[in-house]
């Protein structure tokens, strides 16, 4: 038996996909079975894997479209190994990803340990390592809490996660879910007795950012991720709320020039959270900076080049 299910959700993409599983397929931890779960009717896909040989790549072929959820949580289900690795199909990891996330998992203090990395993401043009900090607060506050101006804070991007099958089988991803699916099932996770974060100090992924194609979390509505937010307001902070709100959610209305997004979701984020002056002036230079110039000074700050491998 495996002692590591990686599961990988897919639709559409079998250049990129092969990429990905030979990555899972690299890693040091022979141990392992590689799960792809096609989401929906895809014979170019399914042609593409009948080219792998090795017997650890198992297919899951979905007979209509479930969304990137409910694939996941699919795939968790035909698992067979005590712990369940996610990667996106246009993603890759390191070759020692899974060994060393299942170090950190044995000596975890949890039982039902969630554990996670930084991870390199990759831009056309530069390579930055995220997030910047350990997590070292509540999970909600951690990943939805604004900073610092730039990008990168508080990112647990799906592909670095590992958990154990028994915890995705009590937890699992929210079904339909089109965007936010790290932060909604990460908070809800936390809440399951004996389950707690752990974190690896080093990346282990390389998340390829800002290239002109669909992924799976690529769906932009601000009145979607509006609506998610006030959602999950029980379960996090008046502060990550009210954050989420002046920034995340402000910079998905901003950069599709939705000026009608802005009274609303200020006016939520006062009177439904918790705001803080450095929120309100990030918020105001979202609307007010074009987002060409903000990229330009995150490229000039943030310039943590990555050696890969």
């Known amino acids: ?4 299910s990686v599961v990988i ?15 899972a397929l690299s890693q040091t931890l022979r141990d392992i079975e590689v799960v792809v779960v096609i989401d929906g009717p895809d014979e170019l896909t399914e042609a593409s894997l009948a080219t792998v040989q090795d ?17 996941r949580n699919r795939g968790a289900e035909a698992a067979q190994g005590k712990w369940v690795a996610y990667l996106d199909d246009d993603d890759e990891w390191m070759a020692e990803k899974l060994d060393k996330q299942l170090a950190k998992g044995s000596t975890s203090k949890f039982r039902l340990p969630v554990i996670a990395s930084k991870l390199i993401a990759r831009s056309p043009t530069t390579d930055y390592i995220w997030p910047w900090s350990e997590p070292h607060m509540p999970i909600g506050d951690y990943m939805l809490r604004r900073r610092s101006p730039f990008k990168g804070d508080g990112v ?3 592909s670095t996660l590992m958990a154990p099958r028994e915890l995705l ?3 699992p991803f929210t079904k339909g879910l089109r965007k936010h699916q790290e932060a909604d099932w990460l908070i809800r996770a936390m809440e399951v007795p004996e389950a707690g974060l752990e974190f690896v100090s080093e990346p282990l992924t390389i998340w390829y950012i800002e290239e002109k194609r669909q992924g799976i979390g690529a769906f932009n509505d601000w009145r979607y991720s509006l ?13 990550a709320y009210s954050s989420f709100l002046l920034t995340y959610v402000a910079a998905s209305a901003s950069n599709h020039g ?3 997004a802005f009274m ?39 310039h943590h080049k990555a050696p890969v491998k």
């Open 258 to 260: 939705h000026w009608k």
């Open 55 to 71: 017997a650890r790549l198992r297919v899951v072929s979905l007979p209509e479209s479930l969304g990137g959820c409910e694939a």
């Open 156 to 158: 647990l991007q799906t």
């Open 9 to 23: 959700p897919t639709r559409n993409r079998p250049a990129l996909l092969l990429r990905s599983v030979r990555s």
């Open 264 to 302: 609303p979701l200020l006016t939520s984020s006062i009177n439904r959270g918790s705001a803080r002056p450095i929120q309100l002036i990030l918020f105001l230079g979202i609307w007010l900076v074009p987002v060409q110039a903000r990229s330009f000074l995150r490229g000039l700050v943030t």
């Open 1 to 4: 038996m495996p002692i590591v």
């Open 227 to 239: 609506d998610w937010a006030n959602r999950m307001r029980p379960k996090i902070t008046p502060e």
């Open 169 to 171: 089988m009590i937890c």
